[in-house]
């Protein structure tokens, strides 16, 4: 268990204020709701839905209608539809939901990630528990993985090996063992909060082939040596001096997850030896980075011996993974 309590029943840190906008009275509730004479109006969740993401645009959420849409399906044990529905219909809520799902959209409002508020975060076809000391696994990922999945389920072997450098929450490495299960798969990591919530997310998604290890990447997995198909990685790229802009990422997201040294690629020159090291001839590696750094990275394999160096574009176009292959 990581030290840090379960999220979604975290108090509010800081003592943000609730949002601004109280549900207004229900312009015509049904009769068997009438409210008596100065009873408080009961509040319903078209209001809330409302008075949430107006206070959430004006803290400045993205997508604040998503967000607030998601609180309230959190609170209401609904899927995000279930919450639309919910408001569509004017639903009642209860005043403990009401005041549970204020609070969360309060905390959301003070910029804590959407993902610690809800304790989950989707990653391809897993719901993976974050919260506090671990990164929460991005969209850009789900394509990392889904080359390095790609290179595992060609591998002509019954037992196919990969390693997940820099495991986190568990993101790549449990894509890896659920959608190529004949795989065997390591994850490994060094943060004792973000391997604590890999523990948990193994436990709930990994089967006998996942393997996760508490170790620097430096030195880790040294019995592997020579025999792994694919190594995965989403390491620390963010050059030390490119602070980020989002309150999310810089406040939220576990230091030693995001920076990487001057020019961010200290850590991804430590995993190309290790790399070289774990992988058979032949072998792929698959690397996460910056939108400028497809250049620099593949220089840097290429110097270390690598082969077929290439960067490919994610969803939005954007030079955001680099893949080469073992001599
Ligand atoms: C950007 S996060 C990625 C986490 C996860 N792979 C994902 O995509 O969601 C980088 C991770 O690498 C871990 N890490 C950084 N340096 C490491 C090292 N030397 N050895 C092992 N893990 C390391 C961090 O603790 C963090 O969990």
């Known amino acids: 268990m990581p030290d840090t309590p379960a999220p979604h029943d975290a108090p509010a840190p800081h003592g943000a204020p609730a949002p601004h906008g109280a549900p207004a ?20 969740a078209a209001a809330a839905l409302r008075a949430a993401t107006g ?18 399906a959190h609170v209401l ?17 209860a005043p403990e939901q009401l005041e549970r799902f204020n609070g969360l959209v309060a905390r959301r409002a003070g910029r804590e990630p959407l993902q610690h508020l809800t304790g989950l975060a989707p990653f391809r076809h897993l719901e993976l528990e974050v919260g506090p000391g671990v990164f929460v696994p991005r969209p850009e990922t789900e394509i990392v993985a889904q080359l390095a999945i790609d290179a595992l389920a060609v591998v002509p072997s ?4 990969a390693v997940d450098l820099g495991t986190g929450s568990g993101a790549i490495a449990l894509a890896m063992a659920t959608e190529v299960p004949h795989a065997e798969v390591w994850a490994i990591e060094r943060s004792a909060d973000a391997h604590a919530w890999a523990a948990r997310n193994v436990a709930r ?3 006998e082939n996942t393997h996760l290890v508490h170790a620097d ?21 963010v050059p030390d001096e490119a602070i980020p802009r989002d309150p999310e990422v810089r406040l939220f997201d576990p230091p ?10 200290d850590v991804v020159r430590v995993l190309s030896r290790t790399a070289l090291r774990l992988l058979r001839a032949g072998g792929t590696l698959v690397i996460e980075h910056g939108e400028w750094q497809g250049e620099p990275l593949r220089e840097l394999l290429t110097a270390d011996g690598w ?21």
């Not at 020579?226 to 989403?234: L, W």
């Open 217 to 237: 990447l430096a030195d880790a997995a040294a019995e592997l040596d020579g025999t792994v198909d694919v190594v995965a990685s989403n390491p620390p790229y």
């Open 205 to 207: 998604y990994g089967g």
């Open 25 to 44: 009275p229900h312009d015509a509730p049904a009769p068997h709701d009438a409210p008596a004479p100065h009873a408080t109006p009961t509040p319903r």
């Open 77 to 93: 044990g609904a899927s995000r539809g279930g919450a639309q529905a919910a408001a569509l219909r004017d639903d009642a809520l």
């Open 307 to 327: 082969r077929a160096a290439a960067t490919h574009p994610d969803l939005t176009g954007r030079d955001r993974a680099t893949t080469a292959i073992r001599p």
């Open 55 to 72: 206070a959430l645009a004006a803290a400045g959420v993205p997508d604040a209608a998503v967000d607030a849409e998601l609180l309230l």
């Open 158 to 161: 019954g037992h196919p090996r």
């Open 256 to 265: 030693q997850a995001l920076y990487g040294g001057p020019d961010g690629l």
